[in-house]
């Protein structure tokens, strides 16, 4: 079995990350907040803004889950077959 490459974000990948997330949202919600509509069209906009950045999070906790689910299935895996390889005895008469 091959070893899977460990990678890891560098922090300013994360800053970059946080930055644009941050950024988008403040700009979509004064794009809301100054919309020249009734306050009832303005609240549901915000409303399906809050609804869409929370199921955003979900889905990337999901993706995120399943992701570790897979590399934690394969570690058992590899810790599996390293223990049979190591308790053979290819010279051993049974």
Request: with cysteine; charged share 20%.
């Given at each position: ?7 890891s ?7 970059q990350?946080?930055l ?7 700009g ?6 100054y ?5 009832w069209?303005r609240?549901f ?8 950045v ?5 889905l990337a906790?999901?993706?995120?889950d399943r992701?570790e ?5 394969s570690?058992v895996?590899?810790?599996?077959l390293d223990?049979?390889l190591?308790?053979h005895?290819?010279f051993?008469?049974?």
């Amino acid at each position: 079995m091959t070893q899977p490459v460990k990678t890891s974000t560098t922090t300013a990948f994360y800053i970059q990350a946080v930055l644009s997330f941050a950024i988008s949202v403040a700009g979509l919600a004064a794009g809301i907040l100054y919309l020249p509509v009734t306050t009832w069209v303005r609240s549901f906009l915000a409303l399906g803004l809050m609804y869409v950045v929370t199921s955003t999070f979900t889905l990337a906790k999901c993706v995120r889950d399943r992701q570790e689910e897979s590399s934690v299935l394969s570690r058992v895996d590899q810790a599996r077959l390293d223990k049979l390889l190591a308790e053979h005895d290819p010279f051993r008469a049974d």
